[in-house]
Each structure stands twice: as structure tokens, then as C-alpha cells.
């Protein structure tokens, strides 16, 4: 009966906010903010706020953040209000402001008004095809893919400006995302970080901050989710057929691994008995910190292999489904096996020894392929993203 009369409530809160939505007035002044539908407080939207803090500017605009009510903290940062995503004051400073900052598609019910500005970061550049470039779909909730493009489509029409890395992505979100407007050749406002603070006493105090021993080097592995493994819509599980009592076993003692699932996984993992030498880290927390101590890392098909790699480090590639993945569930953009600079590894044998091998014997052989990566996928990276949207809310 509650779950019905909450369903009846949010229907009339729609209802009444597509009423009184040509009435409510626009107000430049308010810059509202989510990241990944108010799942965190992270990536490019944070980046993007917390550089205005820096220059003073949440104390000139009134910087609103949307987050679920358990992710939102008392002691937020700033002058920022933090509103409960999808309740009432949602739906009220989506009515009224005059720009949004985002990094993925809002609901279908949201209506954007032709004197709001709305900047979609988006959240990586793609190696999985996306949108209308996708053959078939089999989501959580998303099974017939005409209608997903159809919606995908719509939503993305209401994009004013569209943030990319480099010219690949840009090419494939004008394609995919049937994106004809303003593209924002910038880089990612999250990736500045890693120009800023890529030095040791800053990589120590993220270390003593979450209690990541200082005598080791450290691994982080950061895997994407699986398409068909979900436990309900929008919750995904965990299961990377990586063998972690292998992994301790043969790399303890000069190794620790931070483990940091996608902000998607819902299901909680049991880590008795790899005290010491697995850290699973907050899945909605900032990731740039755990790029900036890790020494090396372990990933498949996730984007973070664009972001980790602009700090030129070893990058390891465990893609145990690689054929299924590829064939069945996405599709790539580019030649995977051809360009990845790094190591392949389908079985935890395999990787362990690649991670041992690094540097004496395989690093040299990829030395080219980075290279080109760079070349590639880093042309506009340069740690002034965050700077070159704070202008596209002052210019409007």
C-alpha cells in the first residue's frame, strides 16, 4: 500500500510540475549539479563546483547539488544547497535554473526550457557502443532497443552543450547521440586533478586518508559492469571470475589491491580473509584519488582506461569474456586486442604473471602503443576542463 501511494504521490508531483513549469521563471544565477543521476557526489560535475568554490564563485551563484537521500552529507562542502533528487525542491530548481550541470541523461519527465542552459559532461570515452550505434539492448529494464533509441534520442535533444575528451569521442557522440549543436572540445573537468596533484605528498595523504599501507605498491582494480548481471533495474552484481586468494597469495608481499566496483553494483561482496591485502573502496566514491596512488592497474572494458592512463603507469587487462562481451553484449569502437597498452590476461595466472614481468620483460613492448594512445585520446586533456565550463556559465 505505501509503495502504491508513493508511486500516486511522484505521478502528481510530475503532474504539477509540467503545470506550473511555463510559469516559473528562470533564474541565471542558479547552477544546479548531479552525477550519475544523484547516485554520488563525484566525477566531472563535483570537479566542475569544487573549482568554483576555489574561485569564489559558489558565494555568487547559488550552486544547488541533487543527491539521494542517504548519500547526502551534513557537512557538504561550500555554500552549496543539497537537495533530495527526484522530491519536491528537485523538481522546483530544475523549473528555475538557468544552467545544468550534468554528466548522464535525466529522466524523460524533465523538461528543459529554451533559456536554460544545460552542459551534458557525460561520463567517458567510449570503447562499448552507445545509443543508436547499439544493436540490441538487455539492461535491467531497457530490453527492446528501438524504444531505447527512440528515448535516447529525445533525451539527448535537449542537450545545449556536449562535453568530449578527444576527436574520437566527438565523432562517435555526434553519430550515436545524434548530437548537432555546441561540442565542448575540453577534456574531462574530474581529470584535472591528475595534472594538479600527481605528487607525492598529495598521493601520501590520500594513502594515510584511507589507510592504504606505505610500504607497498598499490593495485587498483577498477572493472565496468555486465549488461546481463543485475539483481533488480538499475542494480548490477559483481562477479569478475578474478581469483583473489591466487592473487594474494603470489603478490602480497610487495602488493596491496584497492578494489573499486562501478557505482551500478549493488550486491555486497565478503572480504574475510584478505585483511591486509584487498581494500574495497566506497563504489560511489571519487576515483581520481584512487588513480592518483595506484601504481598500476587492473581493468576490462571501463573507461577508466582513458582517464588512469593519463598518468602514463602500467595498465594490466583482465577481459575473461572478451568474445561474449564484445559479440554479445556491446560491441567496441575500435580494435581492442590491437590498441589497449597494456597486457592482456584472460585467467588470474596469466595476469599475476604479467604484473610480475612488468618492466623487465613486457613494459618496453608497450612503450609504442602508449604513445599513440596519448596521441589518440589525450589531445585535449591538459587540467583546465573544469576552468573552460565555469566559462560557459559566466558567458551565458
Known amino acids: 500500500m505505501f509503495k502504491k501511494i508513493q508511486k500516486f504521490g511522484k505521478k502528481l508531483v510530475i503532474k504539477i510540475y509540467h503545470i506550473l513549469l511555463p510559469i516559473m521563471p528562470v533564474n541565471n544565477n542558479i547552477v544546479v549539479f548531479d552525477s550519475s543521476n544523484g547516485s554520488n557526489y563525484t566525477g566531472s560535475p563535483r570537479a566542475v563546483y569544487e573549482r568554483m568554490m576555489e574561485l569564489g564563485l559558489d558565494k555568487k551563484y547559488r550552486c544547488v547539488w541533487f543527491l539521494y537521500k542517504e548519500k547526502i552529507e551534513k ?54 557502443k552507445l545509443a543508436l550505434d547499439m544493436e540490441s539492448v538487455n539492461m535491467s529494464g531497457s530490453t527492446d532497443i528501438e524504444i531505447y533509441k527512440k528515448k535516447f534520442v529525445e533525451n539527448s535533444s535537449t542537450w545545449d552543450c556536449l562535453v568530449a575528451q578527444n576527436e574520437f569521442s566527438a565523432n562517435i557522440f555526434r553519430r550515436c547521440f545524434a548530437f548537432d549543436k555546441e561540442m565542448l572540445k575540453i577534456g574531462y573537468p574530474r581529470n584535472d586533478v591528475l595534472f594538479k596533484k600527481n605528487n607525492p605528498q598529495d598521493i601520501e595523504a590520500i594513502k594515510r586518508e584511507l589507510n592504504i599501507p606505505l610500504d607497498k605498491k598499490v593495485l587498483l582494480y577498477a572493472p565496468t559492469w555486465r549488461d546481463d548481471e543485475y539483481i533488480s533495474k538499475g542494480i548490477y552484481l559483481f562477479k569478475p571470475k578474478l ?59 571501463s573507461s577508466v582506461m582513458f582517464d588512469y592512463s593519463i598518468l602514463n603507469r602500467p595498465m594490466y587487462f583482465y577481459a575473461y569474456d572478451l568474445e561474449k562481451y564484445k559479440n554479445e553484449l556491446r560491441g567496441f569502437y575500435f580494435d581492442y586486442l590491437k590498441e589497449i597498452p597494456g597486457p592482456l590476461s584472460m585467467e588470474t595466472k596469466d595476469l599475476i604473471k604479467s604484473i610480475k614481468k612488468y618492466g623487465v620483460e613486457i613494459g618496453s613492448e608497450f612503450k609504442e602503443k602508449m604513445v599513440r594512445w596519448h596521441e589518440k585520446y589525450h589531445e585535449f586533456e591538459d587540467g583546465t576542463a573544469s576552468d573552460k565550463i565555469i566559462e560557459q556559465i559566466e558567458n551565458r
Open 75 to 128: 557537512d557538504f562542502p561550500g555554500n552549496a544547497k543539497v537537495v533530495r533528487y527526484g522530491w519536491f525542491k528537485y523538481f522546483y530548481y530544475m523549473s528555475v535554473a538557468g544552467t545544468w550541470i550534468f554528466d548522464a541523461r535525466q529522466p524523460a519527465f524533465i523538461k528543459k526550457k529554451k533559456n536554460q542552459k544545460y552542459i551534458q559532461i557525460w561520463h567517458g570515452t567510449p570503447l562499448k
Open 243 to 301: 581469483d583473489f586468494k591466487m592473487l594474494m597469495d603470489e603478490l602480497k608481499d610487495e602488493y596491496v589491491i584497492v578494489v573499486k566496483y562501478h557505482y551500478l553494483v549493488g550486491d555486497k561482496i565478503d572480504w574475510t580473509g584478505f585483511e591486509g591485502f584487498v581494500y574495497p573502496v566506497n563504489a560511489t566514491g571519487e576515483i581520481s584519488r584512487l588513480y592518483l596512488i595506484a601504481d598500476a592497474m587492473i581493468t576490462d572494458y
